[in-house]
């Protein structure tokens, strides 16, 4: 990213394309740091994650981002195949908001069923749509040797042989902070409650926030609290009208066999972060940006930010800071591109 980090100092202004490549190579970098310390077969890490991984909300993401990268994509296929009874269904279809991350997932769902010798139910009878977009923009769309997963969610690429190089997440590793209580108590909201209540470090959290995290419906994690609570594990008071939780850290890292609550992995609001990532990725990868005008660009760019500015809030970036007009928003929104890969990098 070097190049990145030289705008609003020099006036330097890329061209869509550029930014694009920039932008495709750092998020691919990011995921691959991600999914090695996670089971994929990959290069050793740039250094160890601390932070608590969302496995459904990093797994979404990468099933855009990998379309620049198709090894990238089919080793978390692979993955996905050995470790998928880790994994939250119900989570990831949660998390797909728009018709692109719905076909994307159902697809991965269906090929990792088949490669394990099941098929995984339609929600609704389908025929195979008439015209198939690639699911790799970068190289020549196949016609012939079609996997039927992916093509009859309208999506063209060759038949995929699970590689067998995965291996499962390591379970007392910071990032597979989820997968670990996930065996402790079931791939549910329960587990969630609990990994937002133990990795934010706040005396108590609202169930408004602690719903966010979890990503399932608020009366689902009402009654996952409530279970908690009742089961003694998870405090209660009510402020204003409002119910606040909390957990005894220091209780929890001893049974996690921790040596103390500090030594309990970070929380890092990967939804908004990586939703945020992937609708700047995706407008960038339009064709005929470049043939835009300065202003028009700059305006449907403005407009793109505008759209996303919730989350980019709350992935730590002050949308409210970047007030150029015109052209000159160009640069800022490049400059929002890459604090947003900052904060999903971490600490260096």
């Known amino acids: 990213m070097r190049s990145l980090v030289r705008f609003g100092t020099l006036g330097f202004r890329m061209t869509a394309a550029e930014l694009r490549d920039e932008v495709v190579a750092a998020l691919l970098a990011l995921a ?76 991965a769902l269906e090929w ?34 079609l996997d039927e997963a992916f093509a009859q969610h309208g999506l063209a690429r060759t038949q995929l042989e699970s590689s067998g190089k995965s291996r499962a997440p390591s379970l007392h590793d910071p990032i597979g902070f989820a997968f670990r209580l996930r065996r402790l108590l079931g791939v549910g909201v329960r587990a969630e409650v609990i ?6 470090r706040a005396p108590r959290l609202s169930g408004k926030v602690i719903a966010a995290s979890a990503a399932f419906a608020q009366r689902n994690v009402r009654e996952g609290l409530s279970q908690l609570v009742e089961a003694g594990v998870v405090d209660v008071v ?4 409002d119910r606040y939780y909390s957990v005894h ?16 992995p970070f929380h890092h609001d990967w939804i908004p972060t ?17 043939d835009l005008s300065p202003y028009l660009r700059s305006s449907q760019a403005r407009t793109l930010v505008d759209t996303i500015a919730a989350d980019l809030n709350y992935a730590g970036i002050p949308v409210a800071a970047y007030a150029a007009l015109g052209v000159d928003f160009w640069d800022e929104f490049a400059e929002i591109a890459v604090a947003t890969i900052r904060a999903a990098r971490g600490p260096r």
Do not use: K
Request: aromatic share 6%; proline share 9%.
């Open 32 to 107: 691959w740091d991600q999914w090695s310390q996670l089971g994929v077969s990959a290069a050793a890490p740039a250094r160890r994650e601390e932070r608590a991984a969302d496995p459904e909300a990093l797994l979404l993401f990468t099933l855009e981002v990998g379309r620049n990268d198709p090894r990238l994509f089919d080793e978390v296929l692979d993955w996905l195949a050995l470790n998928e009874r880790l994994v939250s269904v119900h989570r990831l279809r949660n998390l797909s908001v728009d018709p692109t991350d719905r076909a994307l997932l159902e697809a």
């Open 238 to 241: 009510e402020i204003s009208d």
């Open 249 to 264: 850290h220091t209780d929890w890292a001893s049974l996690l066999g921790m040596p103390a609550a500090p030594d309990l």
């Open 195 to 200: 990994r937002t209540l133990l990795t934010i």
């Open 112 to 145: 990792s069923a088949a490669s394990r010798g099941r098929r995984r139910p339609a929600l609704e009878p389908r025929a195979l749509p008439a015209r198939l977009d690639p699911l790799f923009p970068t190289i020549p769309t196949p016609t012939e040797n």
């Open 274 to 290: 990586y939703r945020a990532l992937t609708r700047i990725v995706r407008w960038l990868s339009q064709p005929g940006l470049d």
